[in-house]
C-alpha cells in the first residue's frame, strides 16, 4: 500500500491550453474523489466515482471539466481551455467505504 | 445539503497550552464528522471521526473531539500543543445518505510558538 499518488506534483500552463492530472488510488479502494483547494479555503468537491462509474458531479465542474476512470483504476482529471480562475491545488483520494478518505500530496495548477 | 462553519481563521497558542478548535455543522439528516490536519504542501492526513456511538471521540497526536447533537458542534481539543501541531485543520461532514459527499470547513489555522 503506497497511499494515494497524485502526477504532477506541480503544473504550470498557459491560459487557453488543456492539463490532464492523473490520480492512482489504493488498490483496494474502489470509491475515488475529486477535490479543488484554493489558498485559504477547504477543498471542494468536485466528483466521486464507484469503480468506473461517476456517480456524482458538483456544479462546481463546468462543461471545461471532465473526469475519467476506466476499469475502475487510476482516473484522470482534463481541464480544457484553462482559464487563470483554475489555478488551485486539486486533490485526489480514494476509499473502500464511505468514511475513510485516503487523499493524496495534490497537484498544484498555476495558470499564467 | 450539508455545510460547515469553523468559527476561528486562525489560532496562536503557546507551545504545551490547551487549544480547541471549534466546529458547527447544518444538516437535515444524520451526518458523519471528521478532523483532518493538512501540513504546508502535503495532502490531508485524518485526525480522526464520529461515526456513531460514544460522542467523545480520540484520534491521532492526543487529539480529542466531542459531538454534541444540540449544539451541533464538532468541537476539536488537545490539551497540550507542541510546535509541531502547527498547521491547517479542516472539519468536515458527510450526510449518512448513499452518494453524498464529503464537506470541509474552510479551514483554521492553528500557529503554536515557543
Known amino acids: 500500500d503506497t497511499g494515494v499518488s497524485q502526477d504532477p506534483r506541480h503544473k504550470i500552463t498557459k491560459r487557453g491550453q488543456n492539463v490532464t492530472f492523473r490520480c492512482d488510488p489504493i488498490?483496494?479502494?474502489?470509491?475515488l474523489y475529486w477535490y479543488r483547494q484554493t489558498l485559504g479555503q477547504g477543498p471542494e468537491f468536485l466528483t466521486y466515482f464507484q469503480n468506473e462509474a461517476q456517480l456524482e458531479k458538483s456544479r462546481l465542474l463546468s462543461d471545461r471539466f471532465s473526469a475519467e476512470r476506466p476499469k475502475g483504476s487510476f482516473s484522470t482529471l482534463e481541464i480544457q481551455r484553462t482559464e487563470q480562475g483554475d489555478s488551485a491545488m486539486y486533490l485526489c483520494a480514494s476509499s473502500l467505504d464511505p468514511y475513510g478518505y485516503t487523499f493524496g500530496s495534490g497537484t498544484r495548477l498555476t495558470v499564467v | 445539503a450539508q455545510s460547515v462553519t469553523q468559527l476561528d481563521s486562525q489560532v496562536p497558542v503557546f507551545e504545551e497550552a490547551p487549544v480547541e478548535l471549534r466546529c458547527n455543522y447544518s444538516?437535515?439528516?444524520?451526518?458523519?464528522l471528521f478532523w483532518y490536519v493538512q501540513y504546508p504542501n502535503q495532502g490531508l492526513q485524518l485526525l480522526l471521526k464520529y461515526l456513531s456511538g460514544s460522542t467523545l471521540v480520540k484520534g491521532i497526536n492526543g487529539f480529542e473531539a466531542e459531538f454534541n447533537k444540540s449544539q451541533t458542534s464538532f468541537h476539536l481539543r488537545k490539551p497540550s500543543v507542541h510546535i509541531s501541531d502547527t498547521a491547517e485543520y479542516f472539519c468536515a461532514v458527510k450526510g449518512n445518505q448513499a452518494g453524498t459527499a464529503l464537506i470541509f470547513g474552510k479551514g483554521t489555522t492553528l500557529s503554536v510558538s515557543s
Open positions: 488498490s483496494e479502494h474502489n470509491r
Open positions: 444538516s437535515s439528516v444524520s451526518v458523519y
